[in-house]
């Protein structure tokens, strides 16, 4: 049977942060969802199934501005209140299951998240899994880089017009361009503070990452260059760290028909690798 819950936490700044967790009745291990921009706990239900029946519970949230979350959407004052939130979904994770490993798994903005908690948060984790994280300056937004709109105009409007690129499979898309908790716009102050400020803030700390980590990416993803993840492996500290980009693959490898259940299947070997 398992239990699942739905629940809001209020984090640091008192911002409430919507939750779910699923979890079997027999678990080995624990995985931490980070979700990616513009999206919602809600796309990764396929995952969490599969992680369930391996008798891994999962714990998701919606980041502040997204989903069901509070704050204002699509707006972000600190990169660092990502990472801060996670925190506090970790910290309500142990307290509920203290005797049981903790993993983190972030998707894009949230393989960003993921990748800044694990180089300020060193010792809450078992190990941490990044799918086409953006951890480097992109080309995306070199023009809000130069321009600094997210210091000029920060409540400036920014289209989420990426739709056709994040897989390539056009269920997956029409689906996302139709789910009215897919943020529609987000503002010029978020993106300037994860994709240029949380960025330069990582490029400093890097060598502060010492996890196990499996980096993930897709060869052909346009939106995060798999440079972000060949980066990523050069520079952390990691001794335990694989690297696997998937050709063909667009920027949700896990949403890729032909090769979410070998990419999952990947991800549960890597898992049972250690904790044993």
Known sequence: MGKLMEEKLKSFDETELYYRED????????????????EHLGRYDYITKKFNAFGYGVYRFDNRGHGRSGGEKGYVENFMNFIEDTDSIVNLC?????????????????????????SKYKEKLEGQILSGAAVIELPIFQQLKEERLFETNPRGKSPNALSNLICRDPVVVKEYENDPLVLKETTFKLLGEVFVNGVNWLNSNIKNYTYPCLILHGEKDQIVINEASKWMYSNISSTD????????????????KEE?????????KWIEDRLR
């Open 23 to 38: 979890l079997p009745d027999k678990m080995k291990a624990i995985v931490i969802i980070v979700h990616g921009l513009c």
């Open 94 to 118: 142990s307290k509920e299951n203290p005797k049981i490993p903790l993993f983190m798994l972030g998707h894009s903005m949230g393989g960003y998240i993921t990748a800044a908690y694990g």
């Open 260 to 268: 979410k259940d070998l990419i999952v299947e990947e991800i549960h």
């Open 241 to 256: 760290k694989m690297l696997k980009i998937y050709d063909e693959c667009y920027h949700e490898i896990l949403n890729e």
